[in-house]
């Protein structure tokens, strides 16, 4: 009886953790997506976004003006890049995004 029980709450605990870890890969991958779609409305007139690698997803973090939070994004300062056109609504699905700057 004690053996299943313990079996229950290992079982649990782990679909608790695996469930948590596909949820937060999600979620860096829709944030990627997100910032690939501002990319691709900004006009520049020099090479500010060239570290927004759109072919690797778990680079986010990693892009020039991209703050993250435990594999989230969470700040984004576009400040000084120059960027003209115009910001996607996606960047609504930016959940975790406390802090936008965009001032030339």
């Known amino acids: 009886m004690v053996f299943c029980i313990l079996l229950s709450l290992f ?4 679909d608790a953790i695996s469930s948590s870890v ?24 020099k090479p500010a976004l060239t570290s927004w690698n759109s072919s690797n997803p778990s680079s986010v973090c990693s892009w020039a003006g991209v703050l993250c939070s435990q594999d989230r ?6 400040t ?7 910001a996607s609504a996606q960047v609504s699905r930016l959940d975790m995004l406390t802090n936008l700057s965009c001032r030339k």
């Open 80 to 86: 000084d890049f120059d960027l003209g056109g115009s």
């Open 73 to 78: 994004v969470v700040s984004l300062d576009l």
């Open 11 to 14: 079982s649990l605990f782990t």
């Open 22 to 45: 596909y949820v937060s890969a999600f979620s860096l991958v829709n944030d990627f997506h997100v910032l690939v779609s501002l990319k691709q409305g900004f006009l520049s007139p």
